[in-house]
């Protein structure tokens, strides 16, 4: 099943019951996506064939609330692949054709960039640090226990890819994002405009932020209309783990292990909550951008941006690199788990297998009464063919 976007709610605070009022509620919408299978087997916290969802009130046990869903949307595994088949190896040595997949709007609009950021690898050094946290605050998401993990040394982008770099990416390959083939991706209300809303009838029952959107995509964060010519210098969003994974290999790169993530991130430093220590307005000055304000009534900027921000925005950390809690989410290569060994592990690599894919670093729309997981040690999930307009990747290569 698709999770249609990078939200945070889980399904396990759900009764059966409000699970089954969600089935039947969402049920029309999703159809006309095509039938989907009902034999296939119900996997863990996701109903067949329909969208299953969180309860945004819902608390974990220190109180704190999320600010998605990320529990939910199901489309069919198995036309995915039948769409996207083969797709990996016909990358290498391919030349696209203008008219392939960028129209000449496009061509002569969408890139051509304005301040794109050529992104650079960072060497970070390797050694021993504690991985996650014995302080866990969103207690559901395996933020703990702490363990000591060794990390070989390894390079990391610096920036987000940026739009533009992902735009080299498809005119060299004509590649096609998962957003794109299924036609629609979810985007944040307060950045869509009254046209585009306007023809949206439905919501995320208990995160009506959150909006269907048709045609939005990497190229078109908010669908018709939308542009990105004027951020060439943003970090591409409504790329999906396969997507991310597309693009690292082409590069030449990987994504980075979370445990190799949170070493960089952290920067050197043992113990604090955000890349730079534990005050989040250190000497008064916004170091990442969140959501301020009211969540979700309204968004004040006080950081300067409402949506994304520039893959340069904010100092870096010690190792030199930005925006690694903030911004938006960022895919690593793990499967998802909440169960972790307390023993010593040189070079952690995650389970061998899983149904979803880890996130890390947050994004513009978390709050911290909401959704406080722009901390070092704070993760998320999503299954591998999920996007949104909050979620991007840094690549990461081995020395």
Same mark, same amino acid.
């Given at each position: 099943?698709?999770?249609?976007?990078?939200?945070?709610?889980? !399904?396990?605070?759900?009764?059966?019951?409000?699970?089954?009022? &969600?089935?039947?509620? &969402?049920?029309?919408?999703?159809?006309?996506r095509g039938s989907v299978d009902a034999s296939e087997e119900e996997e863990p916290e996701v109903a067949q064939a329909v969208?299953?969802?969180?309860?945004?009130?819902?608390?974990?046990?220190?109180?704190? !609330?999320?600010?998605?869903?990320?529990?939910?949307?199901?489309?069919?595994?198995?036309?995915?692949?039948?769409? *996207?088949?083969?797709?990996?190896?016909?990358?290498?040595?391919?030349?696209?054709?203008? !008219?392939?997949?960028?129209?000449?709007?496009?061509?002569?609009?969408?890139?051509?960039? =304005?301040?794109?950021?050529? #992104?650079?690898?960072?060497?970070?050094?390797?050694?021993?640090?504690?991985?996650?946290?014995?302080?866990?605050?969103?207690?559901?998401?395996? =933020?703990?226990?702490?363990?000591?993990?060794?990390?070989?040394?390894?390079?990391?982008?610096?920036?987000?890819?940026?739009?533009?770099?992902?735009?080299?990416?498809?005119?060299? !390959? @004509?590649?096609?994002? =998962?957003?794109?083939?299924?036609?629609?991706?979810?985007?944040?209300? $307060? $950045? $869509?405009?009254? =046209?585009?809303?306007?023809?949206?009838?439905?919501?995320?029952? #208990?995160?009506?932020?959150?909006?269907?959107?048709?045609?939005?995509?990497?190229?078109?964060?908010?669908? +018709?209309?939308?542009?990105?010519? +004027?951020?060439?210098?943003?970090?591409?969003?409504?790329?999906?783990?396969?997507?991310?994974?597309?693009?690292?290999?082409?590069?030449?790169?990987?994504?980075?292990?979370?445990?190799?993530?949170?070493?960089?991130?952290?920067? @050197?430093?043992?113990?604090? $909550?955000?890349?730079?220590? *534990? #005050?989040?307005?250190?000497?008064?000055?916004?170091?990442?951008?969140?959501?301020? @304000?009211?969540?979700?009534?309204?968004?004040?900027?006080?950081?300067?941006?409402?949506?994304?921000?520039?893959?340069?925005?904010?100092?870096? *950390? +010690?190792?030199?690199?930005?925006?690694?809690?903030?911004?938006?989410?960022?895919?690593?290569?793990?499967?998802?788990?909440?169960?972790?060994?307390?023993?010593?592990?040189?070079?952690?690599?995650?389970?061998?297998? @899983?149904?979803?894919?880890?996130?890390?670093?947050?994004?513009?729309?978390?709050?911290?009464?909401?959704?406080?997981?722009?901390?070092?040690?704070?993760?998320?999930?999503?299954?591998?063919?999920?996007?949104?307009?909050?979620?991007?990747?840094?690549?990461?290569?081995?020395?």
């Open positions: 099943p698709r999770l249609l976007f990078s939200g945070e709610v889980r !399904t396990d605070t759900m009764g059966l019951g409000m699970k089954a009022f &969600l089935v039947v509620m &969402l049920a029309i919408f999703y159809a006309h969208v299953v969802q969180g309860d945004c009130s819902a608390s974990d046990e220190e109180g704190h !609330t999320s600010c998605g869903c990320a529990d939910q949307g199901v489309l069919d595994r198995a036309q995915r692949s039948e769409d *996207n088949a083969g797709r990996d190896e016909e990358l290498d040595g391919h030349e696209m054709d203008e !008219t392939e997949h960028v129209s000449d709007d496009d061509d002569d609009d969408e890139f051509k960039w =304005e301040n794109s950021k050529p #992104n650079k690898l960072v060497e970070i050094p390797g050694g021993v640090f504690t991985m996650g946290t014995d302080k866990p605050i969103i207690t559901q998401d395996g =933020e703990g226990p702490p363990r000591r993990v060794e990390i070989s040394p390894f390079l990391i982008d610096a920036f987000e890819v940026s739009n533009s770099e992902f735009a080299a990416f498809v005119k060299n !390959t @004509g590649y096609v994002t =998962e957003a794109e083939n299924f036609g629609d991706s979810f985007v944040v209300d $307060l $950045l $869509l405009s009254e =046209e585009v809303k306007e023809e949206i009838t439905q919501a995320v029952a #208990n995160a009506p932020w959150w909006l269907p959107v048709k045609g939005a995509s990497w190229i078109h964060p908010e669908g +018709k209309g939308s542009s990105i010519s +004027k951020r060439g210098d943003h970090p591409v969003v409504h790329v999906s783990w396969n997507d991310a994974v597309a693009f690292c290999s082409w590069a030449g790169k990987r994504l980075p292990t979370e445990a190799e993530w949170e070493y960089a991130a952290r920067g @050197g430093l043992e113990g604090r $909550l955000f890349p730079w220590g *534990n #005050n989040p307005l250190p000497t008064g000055k916004h170091r990442m951008n969140i959501w301020q @304000g009211e969540f979700p009534v309204g968004n004040t900027a006080e950081d300067g941006f409402i949506g994304t921000a520039p893959v340069d925005t904010y100092p870096p *950390n +010690k190792y030199g690199l930005y925006n690694m809690v903030g911004n938006v989410w960022e895919w690593v290569s793990d499967w998802w788990a909440v169960r972790h060994t307390k023993d010593f592990v040189k070079d952690l690599q995650g389970p061998s297998q @899983g149904t979803e894919k880890v996130k890390r670093g947050g994004s513009y729309i978390c709050h911290p009464d909401y959704c406080y997981r722009y901390r070092c040690a704070a993760r998320s999930q999503n299954t591998p063919d999920s996007s949104a307009s909050n979620l991007g990747f840094r690549c990461a290569k081995s020395l």
